[in-house]
């Protein structure tokens, strides 16, 4: 199909919309009057609903009633919800902030740092926990973090593919756990509940439950205590984190050893 005068061609990258808008390949008419709409207030008002209503209440109709148009004025920036999900978590992640250790000094510390910003980015915005994952990292800000998590392990020993796996498997710590903890504070502010609090009804609930013969171990967690108070708010991360990281070490230093 033919453009007009004032509208310069697409590319013809095969990528999805969505990424070539992303990556700033999708080029709008520059010349006319102003239009009322934009991407990035599309963008920016999607993001408003998921943060103030939940990502469920994101819909085209939702999104065009807050900019005061309508759905099909949306449909010449974005062709659907789910690429509207992708450029919102773009829009979210934003770019990683500046590395602050060396990794060609300490890859540990640099992957913990990595682990413990993007843990930070997702806590600041946990609405971008609940936009569907639907495929591999690959607009501008999520490349870019890959980009410094593989950065961090460059002078770790793990091959390329062991840097990627590393990333994923923390990747996936980073999100689980902030996740469960976003769960855990939304029932809490929903019931009223604190957690010392809700752990305590949990450890009740165990105890009325369970006995020695079904559950001999749980009955020696719950004689430990440790489950009657919370933790220190990063300290199941910490411990995961530092769990992975362990292993990683012992299979570079393993490597080592052996020649």
Known sequence: METGPDEPEEPETGLPASLETAWGLRERPTKGPRPALTLDRIVDAAIHLAATEGVEAVSMGRVAKQLGSSAMSLYRYVTAKDELFILMAEAGVGTPPPATVDPAADWRGAITEWAYQQRAR??????????????????????????????????????????????????????????????????????????????????????????????????????????????????????????????????????????
């Open 122 to 259: 997702l806590q600041e915005k946990t609405w971008i926990l609940r936009i569907p994952i639907t495929g591999p990292p690959a607009t501008p800000n999520q490349v870019a973090w890959m980009e410094r998590g593989l950065v961090s392990l460059a002078h770790s020993g793990l091959s390329e593919g062991e840097k990627l796996s590393t990333l994923m498997l923390i990747g996936g710590l980073v999100r689980n756990e902030t996740t469960l903890m976003a769960n855990i504070v939304d029932a809490m502010i929903k019931t009223g509940v604190t957690p010392d609090r809700m752990l305590a009804r949990y450890t009740n609930t165990l105890t009325l439950l369970t006995d020695p013969d079904r559950h001999p171990a749980v009955t020696r967690l719950l004689a430990s205590g440790v489950i009657g108070h919370a933790d220190a708010p990063d300290a199941e991360f910490a411990f995961g984190l530092g769990r992975i990281l362990d292993g990683l070490e012992a299979l570079i230093e393993g490597r080592a050893a052996a020649g």
